[in-house]
């Protein structure tokens, strides 16, 4: 099949420049469509052009031709152990299909790389993989070149799997872990090992990633930790459990799980059932779950939560809150207290220190059930919807764009950014069933190496 074996890295292990001493390896990759075909079939592609960085040094772009939709490609790494950008384009004068691995460290892999395309500003549906089981409202959380898929599915399904975004290739794990079932489930990262799994049937646990020897630990959090407490992964700390309910009555206390599995107790300035979070910086804004929709912010080394002044949002159950990592948010969506959804917003600015809030755009586009991934921008399906928001922030202003639309409307999906800022959307409900298919997506343009 030489039309798609388009990277092969004649690599150096025993030393990291080529001498005639030293063990040859050759790494093989693939570049298909969303059927593990030759995208450039039936185009008129002539150009593929691969662009590679490792590690720091200088990125490097190569071009190879497409004759007919046959290409063949050869490409040297300079190291073998440095963490690996790859950015691959194919074009013509009416075709242009854009892609990216996640970053990986080859000697790392397995040897062998696959890589779906898409067109700027698509998605292609993927036929070639299925989740091991129909998932909605379940929890999808990366780590290095693989995501943790948990919960969503039937008693009667593995409650656990993992994706392997290098091969594009969805697994069971090796173990039997006779789990009982989870119901809808979220999940956060602690460190790049460790995940955090907050099901609704079952209690949390721990769930590691890279030592197969205590893949599952339980933890123990607050009481009324659960489905009404906000979840968020704060880089560099942990995972953090906020409110939550207990006989009804809304919690103030907040958990923090750290790496192997110490939790330390925190605790907000009032009771919050059903609050939004996201994390700036090691600083975390929480919003809502209280009838006066007030806001506060959890500042690394408090133990008690400061109210930002004159937040007084009223009821917004299920909203979403989006931040830009650093100093800025916005609070979107849900439903006010007669259940209508909402499509006025709340921005902040100028978080944790001087924290401060103001009306923000409309979301014209506001639906239920929406994918907000990880430590980004992107708001995702929900409801019969196929629309991909994104939240952009520039100088003073913040707007609320379309960016792209599914393949199918999917509600309850989950997913994964990778770094060139193309991403990844699975399973969710379509209106009609639960679906067991991916989406791998890009945007106009992915980021440059």
Same mark, same amino acid.
């Given at each position: 099949?030489?039309? *798609?074996?388009?990277?092969?890295?004649?690599?150096?292990?025993?030393?990291?420049?080529?001498?005639?001493?030293?063990?040859?390896?050759?790494?093989? $990759?693939?570049?298909?469509?969303?059927?593990?075909?030759?995208?450039?079939?039936?185009?008129?592609?002539?150009?593929?052009?691969?662009?590679? /960085?490792? @590690?720091?040094?200088?990125?490097?772009?190569?071009?190879?031709?497409?004759?007919?939709?046959?290409?063949?490609?050869?490409?040297?790494?300079?190291?073998?152990?440095?963490?690996?950008?790859?950015?691959?384009?194919?074009? @013509?004068? &009416?075709?242009?299909?854009?892609?990216?691995?996640?970053?990986?460290?080859?000697?790392?892999?397995?040897?062998?790389?696959?890589? #779906? &395309?898409?067109?700027?500003?698509?998605?292609?549906?993927?036929?070639?993989?299925?989740?091991?089981?129909?998932?909605?409202?379940?929890?999808?959380?990366?780590?290095? &070149?693989?995501?943790?898929?948990?919960?969503?599915?039937?008693?009667?399904?593995?409650?656990?799997?993992?994706?392997?975004?290098?091969?594009?290739?969805?697994?069971?794990?090796?173990?039997?872990?006779?789990?009982?079932?989870?119901?809808?489930?979220?999940?956060?990262?602690?460190?790049?090992?460790?995940?955090?799994?907050?099901?609704?049937?079952?209690?949390?646990?721990?769930?590691?990633?890279?030592?197969?020897?205590?893949?599952?630990?339980?933890?123990?959090?607050?009481?009324?930790?659960?489905?009404?407490?906000?979840?968020?992964?704060?880089?560099?700390?942990?995972?953090?459990?906020?409110? +939550?309910?207990?006989?009804?009555?809304?919690?103030?206390? #907040?958990?923090?799980?750290?790496?192997?599995?110490?939790?330390?107790?925190? /605790?907000?300035?009032?009771? *919050?059932?059903?609050?939004?979070?996201?994390?700036?910086?090691?600083?975390?804004?929480?919003?809502? +779950?209280?009838?006066?929709?007030?806001?506060?912010?959890?500042?690394?080394?408090? @133990?008690?939560?400061?109210?930002?002044?004159?937040?007084?949002?009223? #009821?917004?159950?299920?909203?979403?809150?989006? +931040?830009?990592?650093?100093?800025? $948010?916005?609070?979107?969506?849900?439903?006010? $207290?007669?259940?209508?959804?909402? /499509?006025?917003?709340?921005?902040?600015?100028?978080?944790?220190?001087?924290?401060?809030?103001?009306?923000?755009?409309?979301?014209? &586009?506001?639906?239920?059930?929406?994918?907000?991934?990880?430590?980004?921008?992107? #708001?995702?399906?929900?409801?019969?919807?196929?629309?991909?928001?994104?939240?952009?922030?520039?100088?003073?202003?913040?707007?609320?764009?379309?960016?792209?639309?599914?393949?199918?409307?999917?509600?309850?999906?989950?997913?994964?950014?990778?770094?060139?800022?193309?991403?990844?959307?699975?399973?969710?409900?379509?209106?009609?069933?639960?679906?067991?298919?991916?989406?791998?997506?890009?945007?106009?343009?992915?980021?440059?190496?």
């Amino acid at each position: 099949m030489l039309w *798609r074996t388009v990277l092969l890295g004649l690599l150096c292990i025993a030393a990291f420049a080529c001498k005639e001493s030293s063990t040859q390896f050759v790494f093989e $990759a693939r570049i298909v469509d969303g059927q593990n075909g030759n995208p450039a079939a039936g185009t008129d592609a002539t150009i593929l052009r691969i662009g590679i /960085q490792e @590690g720091e040094l200088p990125a490097e772009e190569y071009e190879y031709p497409i004759t007919d939709g046959e290409f063949d490609a050869f490409l040297e790494f300079r190291s073998f152990a440095r963490p690996t950008r790859i950015r691959v384009e194919m074009e @013509g004068a &009416t075709t242009e299909l854009l892609t990216a691995p996640p970053v990986f460290v080859p000697s790392a892999s397995r040897g062998s790389l696959r890589v #779906v &395309t898409a067109a700027p500003s698509s998605c292609e549906r993927i036929r070639f993989d299925l989740l091991e089981a129909p998932r909605a409202f379940f929890g999808m959380v990366r780590s290095g &070149t693989f995501a943790l898929i948990a919960g969503g599915t039937t008693a009667s399904d593995e409650q656990l799997e993992f994706f392997d975004a290098l091969e594009w290739e969805s697994r069971l794990f090796m173990e039997d872990f006779a789990l009982s079932d989870l119901g809808e489930t979220r999940a956060a990262s602690i460190d790049e090992a460790e995940i955090l799994v907050l099901p609704t049937n079952a209690p949390p646990f721990i769930f590691n990633m890279l030592d197969a020897t205590r893949r599952i630990t339980p933890v123990v959090l607050h009481n009324g930790a659960g489905p009404r407490s906000a979840l968020v992964s704060v880089p560099g700390v942990g995972a953090m459990v906020i409110g +939550g309910e207990l006989a009804g009555e809304a919690q103030s206390a #907040v958990s923090l799980v750290e790496p192997e599995g110490q939790v330390t107790s925190l /605790q907000l300035s009032e009771p *919050r059932s059903g609050p939004a979070a996201t994390a700036l910086g090691n600083d975390v804004l929480v919003v809502g +779950g209280d009838p006066d929709g007030t806001a506060e912010v959890l500042i690394a080394g408090d @133990g008690v939560g400061q109210l930002v002044d004159g937040v007084m949002d009223g #009821v917004r159950e299920s909203g979403l809150l989006v +931040g830009d990592g650093e100093s800025r $948010a916005l609070w979107i969506g849900g439903a006010d $207290a007669g259940d209508a959804l909402r /499509q006025d917003t709340v921005r902040f600015d100028g978080c944790p220190s001087s924290c401060v809030s103001a009306a923000g755009p409309q979301w014209t &586009t506001a639906r239920f059930a929406v994918l907000q991934p990880t430590r980004s921008a992107l #708001v995702i399906g929900g409801e019969g919807s196929r629309l991909v928001d994104e939240v952009r922030w520039s100088a003073a202003d913040v707007r609320i764009e379309p960016l792209l639309q599914l393949d199918v409307p999917r509600a309850g999906a989950a997913g994964i950014v990778l770094e060139s800022g193309a991403f990844i959307v699975a399973g969710g409900d379509d209106g009609a069933s639960i679906r067991q298919d991916f989406e791998f997506c890009v945007p106009a343009a992915l980021e440059p190496l």
